[in-house]
């Protein structure tokens, strides 16, 4: 529709001015990307022996009911932005994935910043942007200073699940952190798949709390925290 609504030239100038975002987009770290549930889950294996998650990634979603937080990055930010709607612009942009190896990741774990996969960019600099498209945020960012104010938007409800590779997940509960895990990019050495081996098992901190334990086999995200951190362990040979 964005092209077949123009004439020739204008056709060729918006072409043309795309990709030159494209390849600024790199630059910084920026690329955008399409990306389905399927390619994110660990339960592929036919030695998965629990049920697959109910919880849908549309169910995290709902940003019309959402907490707003303020983080402060250097550029390149090591991220990937998405439209949250490939219909509707108009509903704003969110992270869709964090370089493990980038500024925002190292920024989270020395921090202990929940920056999330799944949130929205609600502004950049001050400026807002929850209804621009993919576009716009990407030319506030590329035009920002080299360190970038964004106030990042995060549905009410959902749990930042952080893990040692410094990428965060925005996800509800329910969820199972194997998924979550998988997201994320961060590596877990399955076994059984049924939570009675402990090969997977790591340790969390709950909302700033006492040391626990799960296994992202069949362990859920519990409805209620804010911020699950998954630490270091040593236990079953953990990671």
């Not at 600024?24 to 990306?35: C, I, N």
């Not at 370089?99 to 920024?107: E, I, L, P, Q």
Request: proline share 5%; charged share 25%; aromatic share 6%.
């Amino acid at each position: 529709v964005w092209l077949a609504k123009a004439s020739k030239s204008e056709m060729i100038g918006r072409v043309s001015r795309f990709l030159a975002l494209l390849n600024v987009a790199r630059v910084y770290g920026l690329l955008p990307v399409r990306t389905t549930k399927k390619e994110f889950s660990f339960l592929t294996s036919s030695a998965r022996t629990t049920p697959k998650p109910r919880v849908t990634k549309l169910a995290r979603d709902n940003y019309s009911d959402a907490t707003e937080h303020f983080v402060t990055l250097s550029k390149p930010l090591g991220i990937i932005l998405e439209e949250i709607d490939e219909e509707d612009s108009s509903k704003g942009v969110r992270i869709s994935k964090i370089d493990s190896t980038g500024n925002t990741a190292a920024t989270c774990k020395a921090k202990m910043t929940d920056i999330c996969q799944g949130d929205k960019i609600v502004a950049v600099n001050g400026e807002l942007c929850t209804d621009l498209d993919f576009e716009c945020v990407m030319e506030k960012i590329i035009s920002a200073p080299d360190k970038v104010s964004l106030t990042l938007g995060r549905p009410v409800g959902n749990v930042a699940v952080c893990w040692q590779n410094g990428v965060c997940v925005s996800c509800q509960p329910g969820e199972y952190f194997g998924n979550v895990a998988a997201e994320a990019m961060y590596p877990i050495e399955y076994s059984c798949r049924s939570g009675s081996c402990g090969t997977c098992e790591q340790a969390i901190s709950v909302d700033g709390g006492k040391t626990r334990y799960i296994r992202p086999c069949s362990s859920k995200v519990p409805n209620g925290p804010s911020l699950i951190l998954v630490l270091p362990t040593d236990r079953y040979g953990g990671g």
